[in-house]
């Protein structure tokens, strides 16, 4: 079936969707998907209950326009309530309302020797997230092309290697040695405790919270306590600055 595929095979990508499909239903982008568990505890000591899945943005953008989350042969055709997007994407979506909430820049995680600069990586074994479907995969190729020249040329070379669901692929390829280094956030290289780099030369990368028009009640007030001082704290415990107006 057509859709908003996250199959990935020897990657574990069941883990980003979790609660029951009966709650409000949140499709939020895949980079903050090491913050998601205590955020479902938050959530429901509050009294919600919560369905979240943590795909790339270019996926939640589908989501949101209507396609399913589809696992192998499991069909997920609820529609989100509440999604999170880089700020470009959200324009090309009719909301109810929305708010700006963290940014982070970008960083390269790397095995053996040191990786100072994007153009560094040129002949390393390299895994890039895709500018079609994740906000990352688009700031680095601008990075690239301004700073380093070709990035088609880069891409097509047989040693890069072009992810799908870069949460997910770059920190498992690292560990078995698959690559010598990744583009991340700076966040998640953090998380993972691998060797990281954040390049002076960088971009910085802005994710918001929007409400759908279709959303019901008990999904504009979870809406509301995004907002809240407790989810701000949670975000900035994982390195997130949070930048949401109080």
């Known amino acids: 079936m057509s859709g908003a595929d996250i199959t990935l095979p020897s990657f574990n990508v069941i883990s980003d969707v979790r609660g029951p499909l009966s709650g409000v239903k949140m499709s939020l ?30 996926l939640v953008l589908r989501r949101a326009l209507g396609e ?4 192998g042969d499991l069909v997920i055709d ?3 309530e509440i999604v999170s997007l880089p700020t470009g994407m959200l324009e090309k979506l009719s909301v109810r309302d929305k708010f700006e909430y963290v940014e982070n820049d970008l960083a390269i995680v790397y095995s053996g020797e040191p990786v100072n600069d994007w153009c560094e990586l040129r002949g390393r074994r390299v ?28 891409i ?7 992810t799908r669901i ?41 994710l918001a919270f929007a409400l759908m028009p279709w959303a019901g009640e008990e999904a504009a007030r979870l ?8 989810v701000k704290h949670l975000y900035e415990k994982y390195g997130f600055k949070w930048i949401a107006k109080p």
């Open 29 to 58: 982008a895949g980079n903050q998907w090491f913050v998601i568990n205590e955020l479902l505890n938050l959530l429901r000591a509050r009294g919600f209950t919560v369905y979240v899945e943590t795909i790339p943005p270019g």
């Open 68 to 71: 399913p989350l589809v696992i």
């Open 223 to 230: 809406f509301e306590f995004l907002r809240s001082d407790d």
């Open 127 to 154: 895994a890039i997230p895709n500018p079609i479907t994740e906000g990352i995969g688009e700031l680095f190729r601008e990075l690239y092309t301004e700073y380093c020249g070709d990035y088609a040329e880069f």
């Open 166 to 206: 870069h949460h997910r692929e770059i920190p498992q390829l690292l560990q078995n040695g698959v690559i010598d280094a990744g583009v991340v956030w700076r966040t998640e290289a953090i998380y993972w405790g691998f060797k990281y780099t954040a390049p002076p030369r960088n971009k910085t990368g802005k």
């Open 156 to 162: 097509g070379r047989g040693s890069v290697y072009l």
């Open 78 to 80: 609820v529609r989100p």
